[in-house]
């Protein structure tokens, strides 16, 4: 994985000690808080309902096994003795005091870690596929152009006071992990039809209030114009995006009131008369960056199915395991397991220090000591060998952290809500817990198959709702939380919004309705067929009529 | 309020009339968009400085080709979180060639003074502040390394890192 040089050791440390100033500023009421807010939130820190939160950068959703235990260090020392990993790869710690912010960033900074730009008007965490550079189905590594959009945007000095956020994915494989449809920009590698690889682009994606799939602007961009292409869309943003309302000033919606071959056309005049300025990106940088992503020193395997068949019909937990939560590796006689984070009745995404202990002490014997963070909320270990699989198995088993159930309905993405959110109108993470242990029988879970359940606490769309084959929304009506689902959302390489079902349920209702909608599809689909495809196939009507009754369905 | 160049406080040689009814008869002035464009020949023909004050909605391309007429441009800040002159900045040093003195004015305040010397930049008309100069020297200072190629020159990571 990448390593900090001079210059970005420097860099951090600096940044750690302009942080530090500013808070004594700002205790000191040099700063008032309007002005101090935007400091903080460029280095992570929200005022929550209870206390300050620090978001933390995992770039991309790589780091080692030192850094984990680092973050270990920071929920014992500075919080109460857990994080919380996000939607977008990042690690959360819910009860930070203003005083003492300064030292976990500088003890962060020590491990190659920082909070910047985790939250303001600016670039944020550029994310990716969890399996990058390990997925058989990956045309080309992703992390190297992340690290490179990594660097570029930090402190950026044009971009640092954009009209709003700014969320940037890539994906180097086409079945989209990394969920890039729905970022202010989606990068997708590809070949062109020279066989050349380079960037599909797209603008306007995003969530919140007003979602929109992103749209193509661009249908190739060589990787050396990357920073170029990227900071015309960015120069065109700051300068022409909504300034006036907090709810209009994304890139979606200045994308979508112009329209994008209108938005095109200003990128491209200004791309033009820059291409191939300062910013275009030398082929030895790109060569510098790559070196650290060379791949780990994997021993020469084969592939042992048989073998793991033999176990697996001798262990039913094993055999469970082994078809939920362990995908192909690119390298023969490896496998990627996922580390569960979602075991029923526990909150989608926290782990406890301890546990981060012990995963980086897996990842020390069994994955080349590094780590993974999905956008799902669950932590993955590249680079397991098939013949260490039932022995990491029992180890995760015994910290409950194998809970066999990727991809299937229980792997619930669930945003903090109301139990921490200053802006939710609604706690999302009960009515995980109320689904997971409504659904907590794992054979049944397989065979109802892959489905995503996304949950926010309000319509800012942290937890991803509108791109769950199940979304559920918290609402507030006159004091009260109700749950509003949607069916059919998707955020992979098919991307769609979710279709509202009806009205909103209480929360007792909600765990109910998602079995009759799961019955429904049962009913309703073919052999082997996903819950969104039979829902694409034969639409939303009969599962408004299995929640809400006849009568109310039309 | 105090101008800041070169890291000193210096005295204001022009005089805004940017916002007055009428534009004094001599002497270095700083004229609206609207008092540009409304008396652009006069204000050439007096043959004294002028200075031009855009909004943080008036593209410095409005202005492009006149430029090289201008010796100051002022580029409002009408509140610190709105960072479209920071773009305007880059535009005006880097594509239109702009080589007077470029001022910031408006909620121009010491935490940002970094992001706005790094695009072009050289005056500041900071908001209340003890000691601007201490503090515009703890700005700069905080930094010695930059990711990205502006209009100030400094040389990036990257460039040192290939020693370009």
């Known amino acids: ?554 | 309020m105090s101008l800041l160049k070169g890291g000193k406080v210096v005295a204001d040689t022009f005089v805004d009339a940017s916002a007055a009814e009428a534009i004094p008869e001599a002497g270095a002035v700083i004229v609206s968009l609207e008092q540009w464009q409304k008396h652009r020949d006069a204000l050439l023909a007096r043959g004294t400085p002028i200075g031009l004050r855009l909004h943080s909605d008036q593209s410095p391309e409005l202005i492009a080709d006149d430029v090289p007429k201008l010796a100051l441009i002022a580029l409002e800040f009408p509140k610190f979180r709105d960072g479209r002159a920071y773009s305007y900045a880059r535009l005006l040093r880097e594509r239109y060639g702009f080589k007077g003195e470029l001022r910031a004015v408006g909620d121009v305040l010491l935490e940002q003074l970094f992001f706005m010397l790094r695009v072009g930049f050289d005056a500041l008309d900071v908001q209340q502040s003890p000691d601007p100069v201490a503090a515009f020297q703890t700005a700069i200072s905080d930094f010695s390394v930059w990711y990205q190629p502006t209009a100030d020159g400094r040389p990036t990571a990257m460039q040192l890192r290939h020693h370009r």
Request: glycine share 8%; net charge neutral; proline share 4%.
């Open chain 1, 1 to 554: 994985m990448y390593r900090y040089d001079e210059f970005d050791a420097k860099f951090v440390a600096e940044r750690a000690a302009q942080f530090r100033r500013q808070v004594k500023r700002r205790l000191a009421g040099e700063l008032t808080e309007d002005q101090f807010r935007p400091l903080r939130l460029m280095n992570g820190l929200y005022l929550q309902l209870h206390a300050y939160m620090l978001r933390v950068n995992v770039p991309y959703g790589t780091l080692s096994s030192k850094q984990m235990r680092t973050f270990a260090h920071v929920a014992r020392t500075y919080d109460k003795g857990f994080g919380h990993f996000t939607t977008r790869q990042n690690i959360q710690y819910n009860w930070i005091k203003l005083e003492e912010a300064p030292d976990a960033v500088k003890d962060l900074a020590s491990s190659e870690i920082t909070s910047i730009q985790s939250s303001g008007n600016c670039v944020r965490n550029i994310t990716s596929d969890q399996y990058a550079g390990c997925a058989k189905d990956e045309l080309a590594d992703p992390r190297i152009y992340c690290e490179l959009l990594r660097q570029y945007s930090f402190l950026h000095p044009e971009f640092s006071y954009l009209p709003r956020k700014f969320k940037i994915a890539v994906t180097g494989s086409p079945n989209d992990r990394a969920a890039v449809a729905v970022h202010d920009i989606g990068l997708r590698m590809h070949k062109n039809e020279q066989g050349e690889i380079g960037f599909e682009v797209l603008v306007g994606g995003g969530l919140g209030r007003t979602p929109y799939i992103g749209q193509t602007i661009r249908k190739w961009l060589h990787p050396s114009h990357l920073l170029t292409y990227v900071e015309a869309i960015l120069r065109v943003y700051n300068m022409l995006g909504r300034r006036d309302n907090i709810h209009k000033a994304r890139i979606k919606i200045i994308v979508n009131q112009m329209g994008i071959d209108k938005y095109r056309e200003l990128v491209d005049k200004e791309f033009e008369l820059t291409k191939n300025g300062q910013l275009k990106v030398p082929d030895e940088e790109i060569a510098r960056i790559k070196a650290y992503f060379a791949p780990p020193k994997y021993e020469t395997l084969k592939d042992i199915g048989p073998e793991l068949d033999a176990r697996r019909k001798t262990d039913r937990a094993f055999d469970r395991w082994m078809r939920g939560n362990v995908v192909e590796h690119k390298v023969p006689g490896y496998a990627i397991v996922t580390v569960s984070l979602k075991a029923p009745g526990r909150v989608p995404g926290d782990i406890t220090a301890d546990k981060m202990d012990a995963v980086a002490d897996l990842a020390d014997r069994y994955s080349f000591g590094e780590i993974r963070v999905s956008h799902r909320q669950n932590l993955v270990l590249t680079d397991v060998k098939q013949g260490d699989l039932e022995q990491l198995w029992r180890e995760l088993f015994a910290l409950e952290l194998a809970t066999p159930n990727l991809g299937l309905l229980s792997d619930i993405i669930c945003c903090p809500g109301l139990d921490y959110c200053a802006l939710a109108n609604a706690r999302a993470i009960p009515i995980a817990q109320d689904i997971s242990r409504a659904f907590s029988d794992i054979d049944e879970l397989q065979r109802i198959g892959n489905f995503t359940i996304n949950i926010s606490g309000c319509m800012n769309a942290c937890g991803h709702h509108h791109v769950g084959h199940i979304g559920i929304l918290g609402v507030d009506k006159r004091g009260e939380e109700f749950f509003q689902l949607t069916l059919g959302g998707s955020s992979d390489q098919n991307a769609s919004l979710g279709d509202r079902l009806g009205p909103g349920l209480p929360q007792a209702e909600v765990p109910g309705a998602i079995r009759k909608i799961v019955d429904t599809y049962l009913e309703h689909s073919e052999p082997g067929e996903r819950f969104i495809d039979t829902y694409r196939r034969v639409g939303i009507e009969p599962f408004k009529a299995s929640v809400y009754g006849a009568e109310t369905a039309h």
